[in-house]
Structure formats: C-alpha cells, structure tokens
C-alpha cells in the first residue's frame, strides 16, 4: 500500500482529498501546515507527497526543497491555483514530479497520482539495484586473507578514484575480473557501464576494430 503524506492549509481541501485517496486504497496522512510536514519528513518515509504551494508560514516550494533533501526517492505533486501555474513550474525545475491545477478533475488527479507512484516505484527499484550491483563488486567482498590480496584492495582503494589506465594481470581464475568491476563500482564512472570484453576469443584481425571502432573503406 502506497503511502501518501497530504498537506494543505485549507481544511475542505484537505479532507476532500484525503477521502478520494482512501478511497483508492493509499494510507493517507493528512497535515494542515507545512511545518509540520517539515519535521514528519525528517522521520517518515513516504512514497509520493501533494502539497499545495500557497501555504503560511511555510509555503509549498519551501516544502518541496526540503523534501528532495530529505526523502530524494519520493514523487512529489504540487496542488496550484490558476494564477500561480509559473510557480508550479517552477517547482517542475526544483524536482517535483507534477502540478494539479484548482479546481481538479478526480479522473485527472487519480490518474497523476497512479503516475507519480509508478515513477516512484520504479525509481526506488532502481536505486536498490544500483546499492546491490555496487555491493556486489565492493572490494570487501574479495577473499583478502593473506598480505598480496589485503595489499591488492588498498591499491583498488587508491587507484579506483583517479582518471588512469590500468593493467590488471595474473593466471585464469585468480579474480582479475573480480578486481576489476570493484575498481569501477569505486570510480568516479561507477553509474556509467561496466563492459567486459574476451580478448581472447577475438581473432587478431577483429580485436582493433572491436575495441576502437571500424570505418570502411
């Protein structure tokens, strides 16, 4: 059940919204005051936030800030009046998901927020594979019981950080491999891709072109 924290200093608001939201099936919480969502920020998780902009004496965007600080997995909705849409757009660039516009169409709020919970989930997925792939490939998970591989993981620790070639060398199944996804997964191209390649399957004729490229001709 998607969990969804609802703030709005207007009581009619707040409760029309929190109704239609139960009624979906999401764990609504509804606050009336920004400060208040401020500090439940700082101790709940929350899948998706939908605060109105116009608030006192902590306004939406101010809210919004300390939401991509707080919680930067979390899809966030602006709730805007007509005559403040550039604010809400405003608030696009700032990180939130999306803006509904006073009066809303149920259809049309149910239906953004059905999308922001999508990205949400896919987002949170993301980050938790990422942690995992990068866990995988940690230096720590290196068998280094004896003085060569505790030596081999400081130099991972040393050289993975630089922008430097490196030539990693040794007998099949000594964990060349091994060593080098952990440098990646400590480098500053970590969230690029890692692409192993089989030199050694390749014909001597086809290994330049595979690496560097061809151009016909």
């Given at each position: 059940?998607?969990?969804i924290?609802?703030?709005?200093?207007?009581?009619?608001?707040?409760?029309?919204?929190?109704?239609?939201?139960?009624?979906?099936?999401?764990?609504?919480?509804?606050?009336?005051?920004?400060?208040?969502?401020?500090?439940?920020?700082?101790?709940?998780?929350?899948?998706?936030?939908?605060?109105?902009?116009?608030?006192?004496?902590?306004?939406?965007?101010?809210?919004?800030?300390?939401?991509r600080?707080?919680?930067?997995?979390?899809?966030?909705?602006?709730?805007?009046?007509?005559?403040?849409?550039?604010?809400?757009?405003?608030?696009?660039?700032?990180?939130?998901?999306?803006?509904?516009?006073?009066?809303?169409?149920?259809?049309?709020?149910?239906?953004?927020?059905?999308?922001?919970?999508?990205?949400?989930?896919?987002?949170?997925?993301?980050?938790?594979?990422?942690?995992?792939?990068?866990?995988?490939?940690?230096?720590?998970?290196?068998?280094?019981?004896?003085?060569?591989?505790?030596?081999?993981?400081e130099?991972?620790?040393?050289?993975?950080?630089?922008?430097?070639?490196?030539?990693?060398?040794?007998e099949?199944?000594?964990g060349?491999?091994?060593?080098?996804?952990?440098?990646?997964?400590?480098?500053?191209?970590?969230?690029?891709?890692?692409?192993?390649?089989?030199?050694?399957?390749?014909p001597?004729?086809?290994?330049?072109?595979?690496?560097?490229?061809?151009?016909?001709?």
């Open positions: 059940m998607a969990k924290l609802l703030v709005d200093d207007e009581p009619s608001i707040l409760s029309v919204l929190s109704v239609l939201l139960k009624a979906e099936g999401y764990e609504v919480m509804p606050i009336d005051a920004g400060e208040k969502a401020a500090e439940l920020l700082k101790s709940t998780q929350f899948d998706l936030m939908i605060s109105d902009i116009c608030m006192r004496p902590l306004d939406g965007m101010a809210l919004l800030k300390l939401a600080e707080e919680q930067p997995s979390m899809s966030v909705l602006m709730i805007t009046g007509y005559g403040s849409v550039e604010t809400a757009v405003e608030a696009l660039k700032m990180g939130a998901f999306d803006y509904i516009t006073k009066p809303f169409k149920v259809d049309e709020l149910l239906i953004t927020v059905q999308r922001a919970l999508e990205y949400n989930k896919v987002l949170t997925e993301n980050i938790n594979l990422k942690a995992q792939l990068t866990g995988r490939y940690r230096f720590e998970n290196i068998i280094a019981e004896s003085p060569a591989m505790r030596n081999v993981c130099m991972i620790e040393r050289i993975a950080p630089t922008d430097t070639t490196v030539l990693i060398y040794g099949s199944g000594t060349k491999e091994l060593v080098a996804k952990a440098i990646h997964a400590y480098s500053l191209r970590k969230n690029n891709k890692f692409l192993p390649l089989n030199c050694a399957a390749l001597e004729a086809l290994l330049e072109s595979e690496l560097f490229g061809h151009v016909k001709g």
